[in-house]
Nanobody, 125 residues
Framework: QMQLVESGGGLVQAGDSLRLSCADS????????MGWFRQAPGKEREFVAAISWSGGSTGYSDSVKGRFTISRDNAKKTVYLQMNSLKPEDTAVYYC??????????????????WGQGTQVTVSS
């Protein structure tokens, strides 16, 4: 069972950057693809980015491609989401998730299993 804890959210202005982190306190982090989802008020949770267990494959939603970068440090059992050129429409609670199957090589095929508690990102115009 993975225990995921997100951090790094906050209130920023449009055009600013933020880096989210998600740390796992378990022992199996390196085996699983990881992803970030977000949920804005009144909207469904949506996919943002994913990274394979090895870090060799990444995938992004069209809305963040070219602005956000997902990465991982398996030694630190942490996945990151670097968010640049933030827009007001990026405002949401961001959730970290781990794949429900280990050793997935194609990031975009990950299926969410464990979830973190979420971290709020607010971008003002």
């Amino acid at each position: 069972q993975m225990q995921l804890v997100e951090s790094g959210g906050g209130l920023v202005q449009a055009g600013d950057s933020l880096r989210l982190s998600c740390a796992d306190s378990g022992r199996t982090f390196s085996r699983y693809a990881m992803g970030w989802f977000r949920q804005a008020p009144g909207k469904e949770r949506e996919f943002v980015a994913a990274i394979s267990w090895s870090g060799g494959s990444t995938g992004y939603s069209d809305s963040v491609k070219g602005r956000f970068t997902i990465s991982r440090d398996n030694a630190k059992k942490t996945v990151y989401l670097q968010m640049n050129s933030l827009k007001p429409e990026d405002t949401a609670v961001y959730y970290c998730t781990a794949d429900n199957s280990p050793f997935r090589s194609v990031a975009s095929m990950m299926t969410p299993g464990s979830w973190g508690q979420g971290t709020q990102v607010t971008v003002s115009s």
